[in-house]
């Protein structure tokens, strides 16, 4: 499990400080990037004079780009071998080469055409270079039975292969760091807490035999909660509660109280498999308070895994509450051990002072990392932590007010609204390295919404049919954008400004708030008459927009509208190359959100170690990158 170097950048720096140091300085210097990630947004492109292909790019990269199809660029940017091409360069002087012009292949070729700019393959080199490498090697997953425990078809119900996949590998590379732990140290884990654990995918597998690990999983909705304990039945790992009643009375309790459900209890604390109750019994609740162990321990392990399942909203890092319930419950099972046989757990039961935590969570929305990584800090039963994260765009920011698309359609979350004009000292940056970075823009390094939402894509997945799908779907939502325009819905946007760091705080720069379309039927994309006359129906219940949308769209015909797709419709390459580059540099952006938050574990004199690690093969999991932290 110990990596040779903790973070996973590319071999051209020296160490991890040089990795950085280029990191931060590329994220606050490069103006390009800048403007790529965060300075624009895909809906300002046809409202401008000139259009976002025009005003963001330099003319040798506009004039080379429209030579070539999608395809082809996406493995420019992130498959081509670049230092053959720089090396055609480096045997002529590049200014040679540039005064040449494009149309002159006398110097070189690329796919029939002109070689690409120098300068846009630097742009791409240094991309590239300060991305953190995503090459997942399942061998470095240090499990006692990694590689050995595939999931069997009860553990897979539910999951799709992508799940399946990102259950296997998570599952073995957790079970790696607790055996490790406790061979090389004190840190004998004894509980595995899931930070938002869903349907429990990941934490059936892990109490399940092989792993046998003790699994609490923190899950906010009751109703993820009571799906998770269907598919534990479904999973052969709880039973089926039985209930045994006299019929005779059941039935006049059934007549008078004219009952149509059985009325069985759901306790946030329920166990996986139910007690069996007595003859006698005739009641509807099963007993909440017990855990009992799932199926049957391994040959090679001593202890039963077990899940205790606790509905509970986390707000930070502090987990006194999850550790009250697990009291609750072990007390709860002390006490009935007295009367019956005991679980399997050879008879030991953990207090809160015995309890040895790591907290984990597999693809966690927004801040819930970082109140993963705090609970390192705030609970000495946490020993070690392990998140992978995703939603980037549900991060909120430290260092400035958060950049919402549209304030009526924030989820209804008191911290939200009371974040709504200040600072969330949760959000993004978390790390003092990067809250107090110095560049020519001021301090501090500041991410907008539409830079952390770009963040989660992945270009690298992208098939031709995905393009075409949503790249349509991007320039219809472009074009309409200049429809609102030119019919007085919106205004016209401001001005690009190339100095202003991290790009418009709203993560747009357009006039007035954001029309907020979203999904369409698929019926819808066919054409964007279809699209348009679908997106007004959506809209015109919308009591900000609904009725000046659907009053002054009225007034255009079927005919003016195809008129505008014919207009522009040339402009959906150019959307195309543009929506592509922003993408490829957003991992740029991506890095250096992961790097935040290992350098914040780096600055914690309570944490022993940390490093950052690839867990999944990019192709079924693009949010492949866990942040790892083992306490002193």
Same mark, same amino acid.
């Given at each position: 499990?110990?990596?040779?170097?903790?973070?996973?950048?590319?071999?051209?720096?020296?160490?991890?400080?040089?990795?950085?140091?280029?990191?931060?300085?590329?994220?606050?210097?490069?103006?390009?990037?800048?403007?790529?990630?965060?300075?624009?947004?895909?809906?300002?492109?046809?409202?401008?004079?000139?259009?976002?292909?025009?005003?963001?790019?330099?003319?040798?990269?506009?004039?080379?780009?429209?030579?070539?199809?999608?395809?082809?660029?996406?493995?420019?940017?992130?498959?081509?071998?670049?230092?053959?091409?720089?090396?055609?360069?480096?045997?002529?002087?590049?200014?040679?080469?540039?005064?040449?012009?494009?149309?002159?292949?006398?110097?070189?070729?690329?796919?029939?055409?002109?070689?690409?700019?120098?300068?846009?393959?630097?742009?791409?080199?240094?991309?590239?270079?300060?991305?953190?490498?995503?090459?997942?090697?399942?061998?470095?997953?240090?499990?006692?039975?990694?590689?050995?425990?595939?999931?069997?078809?009860?553990?897979?119900?539910?999951?799709?292969?992508?799940?399946?996949?990102?259950?296997?590998?998570?599952?073995?590379?957790?079970?790696?760091?607790?055996?490790?732990?406790?061979?090389?140290?004190?840190?004998?884990?004894?509980?595995?807490?899931?930070?938002?654990?869903?349907?429990?995918?990941?934490?059936?597998?892990?109490?399940?035999?092989?792993?046998?690990?003790?699994?609490?999983?923190?899950?906010?909705?009751?109703?993820?909660?009571?799906?998770?304990? #269907?598919?534990?039945?479904?999973?052969?790992?709880?039973?089926?509660?039985?209930?045994?009643?006299?019929?005779?009375?059941?039935?006049?309790?059934?007549?008078?109280?004219?009952?149509?459900?059985?009325?069985?209890?759901?306790?946030?604390?329920?166990?996986?498999?139910?007690?069996?109750?007595?003859?006698?019994?005739?009641?509807?609740?099963?007993?909440?308070?017990? /855990?009992?162990?799932?199926?049957?321990?391994?040959?090679?392990?001593?202890?039963?895994?077990?899940?205790?399942?606790?509905?509970?909203?986390?707000?930070?890092?502090?987990?006194?509450?999850?550790?009250?319930?697990?009291?609750?419950?072990?007390?709860?099972?002390?006490?009935?051990?007295?009367?019956?046989?005991?679980?399997?757990?050879?008879?030991?039961?953990?207090?809160?002072?015995? /309890?040895?935590?790591?907290?984990?969570?597999?693809?966690?929305?927004?801040?819930?990392?970082?109140?993963?990584?705090?609970?390192?800090?705030?609970?000495?039963?946490?020993?070690?932590?392990?998140?992978?994260?995703?939603?980037?765009?549900?991060?909120?920011?430290?260092?400035?007010?958060?950049?919402?698309?549209?304030?009526?359609?924030?989820?209804?979350?008191?911290?939200?609204?009371?974040?709504?004009?200040?600072?969330?000292?949760?959000?993004?940056?978390?790390?003092?390295?990067?809250?107090?970075?110095?560049?020519?823009?001021?301090?501090?390094?500041?991410?907008?919404?539409?830079?952390?939402?770009?963040?989660?894509?992945?270009?690298?997945?992208?098939?031709?049919?995905?393009?075409?799908?949503?790249?349509?779907?991007?320039?219809?939502?472009?074009?309409?954008?200049?429809?609102?325009?030119?019919?007085?819905?919106?205004?016209?946007?401001?001005?690009?400004?190339?100095?202003?760091?991290?790009?418009?705080?709203?993560?747009?720069? #357009?006039?007035?708030?954001?029309?907020?379309?979203?999904?369409?039927?698929?019926?819808?994309?066919?054409?964007?008459?279809?699209?348009?006359?679908?997106?007004?129906?959506?809209?015109?219940?919308?009591?900000?927009?609904?009725?000046?949308?659907?009053?002054?769209?009225?007034?255009?015909?079927?005919?003016?509208?195809?008129?505008?797709?014919?207009?522009?419709?040339?402009?959906?390459?150019?959307?195309?190359?543009?929506?592509?580059?922003?993408?490829?540099?957003?991992?740029?952006?991506?890095?250096?959100?992961?790097?935040?938050?290992?350098?914040?574990?780096?600055?914690?004199?309570?944490?022993?170690?940390?490093?950052?690690?690839?867990?999944?093969?990019?192709?079924?999991?693009?949010?492949?990158?866990?942040?790892? #932290?083992?306490?002193?």
């Amino acid at each position: 499990m110990r990596l040779d170097k903790t973070l996973p950048y590319s071999p051209i720096h020296a160490c991890e400080e040089d990795y950085v140091e280029a990191l931060l300085s590329f994220a606050t210097t490069s103006k390009i990037l800048q403007t790529l990630c965060g300075g624009v947004h895909i809906l300002d492109f046809l409202t401008r004079d000139p259009d976002l292909y025009e005003a963001v790019l330099q003319p040798k990269w506009r004039d080379w780009l429209r030579l070539f199809e999608i395809p082809d660029i996406l493995d420019l940017l992130m498959r081509e071998d670049l230092g053959i091409l720089l090396q055609i360069y480096d045997r002529e002087p590049s200014d040679v080469h540039e005064s040449q012009g494009l149309h002159d292949r006398s110097f070189g070729q690329w796919r029939g055409g002109p070689l690409p700019p120098k300068s846009l393959l630097s742009y791409i080199s240094r991309v590239r270079d300060l991305s953190l490498d995503r090459a997942f090697n399942a061998d470095v997953l240090a499990s006692d039975v990694a590689g050995t425990h595939n999931l069997t078809r009860q553990l897979a119900v539910g999951m799709k292969p992508k799940k399946a996949h990102e259950v296997e590998n998570f599952a073995a590379f957790v079970d790696g760091v607790i055996s490790e732990l406790g061979v090389t140290d004190t840190h004998q884990i004894t509980h595995v807490v899931d930070f938002g654990s869903g349907q429990n995918y990941l934490g059936r597998v892990l109490a399940s035999p092989v792993y046998d690990r003790r699994v609490v999983a923190v899950e906010s909705k009751e109703a993820n909660i009571t799906g998770a304990k #269907g598919m534990d039945i479904s999973a052969r790992l709880a039973k089926k509660p039985v209930i045994k009643r006299n019929k005779k009375a059941f039935r006049t309790q059934q007549a008078e109280l004219q009952m149509v459900d059985d009325g069985v209890a759901i306790c946030g604390q329920a166990q996986l498999v139910a007690p069996e109750p007595s003859s006698q019994d005739c009641g509807f609740q099963t007993d909440p308070r017990q /855990s009992t162990p799932i199926l049957e321990a391994s040959s090679d392990r001593q202890e039963v895994g077990n899940i205790h399942y606790i509905q509970h909203r986390i707000m930070d890092g502090d987990l006194r509450y999850v550790v009250s319930q697990l009291d609750i419950n072990n007390n709860a099972e002390e006490e009935d051990s007295r009367s019956t046989e005991t679980d399997g757990s050879n008879g030991s039961y953990l207090t809160s002072s015995d /309890s040895k935590l790591m907290v984990i969570s597999l693809h966690s929305c927004g801040n819930l990392v970082h109140h993963g990584l705090r609970s390192l800090l705030l609970n000495d039963s946490v020993k070690a932590v392990a998140m992978v994260g995703c939603c980037y765009n549900l991060v909120t920011e430290r260092l400035g007010p958060p950049s919402y698309k549209l304030p009526s359609l924030r989820p209804a979350h008191p911290r939200l609204d009371r974040s709504s004009s200040t600072y969330d000292p949760h959000g993004f940056p978390i790390s003092e390295r990067l809250a107090s970075y110095k560049h020519h823009h001021g301090e501090g390094i500041r991410m907008n919404i539409t830079a952390r939402m770009m963040a989660v894509q992945a270009p690298q997945n992208w098939t031709a049919k995905d393009c075409e799908g949503f790249f349509t779907r991007h320039f219809y939502r472009a074009l309409l954008q200049r429809v609102f325009m030119d019919i007085g819905v919106v205004d016209k946007p401001s001005p690009l400004n190339p100095d202003s760091g991290s790009g418009s705080p709203r993560g747009w720069s #357009g006039g007035g708030q954001p029309i907020i379309i979203g999904s369409l039927r698929k019926s819808c994309y066919s054409s964007f008459l279809t699209y348009a006359r679908g997106a007004v129906n959506k809209i015109r219940e919308d009591s900000e927009h609904g009725a000046i949308i659907t009053e002054r769209m009225a007034s255009l015909s079927d005919s003016d509208l195809l008129s505008y797709y014919e207009k522009f419709k040339h402009k959906k390459h150019e959307l195309s190359l543009i929506w592509s580059l922003m993408a490829f540099s957003a991992g740029v952006m991506e890095s250096v959100i992961v790097v935040d938050r290992w350098l914040w574990l780096k600055e914690q004199k309570e944490v022993r170690e940390c490093w950052v690690q690839t867990v999944f093969e990019y192709e079924q999991s693009p949010r492949n990158l866990v942040v790892v #932290g083992i306490k002193k």
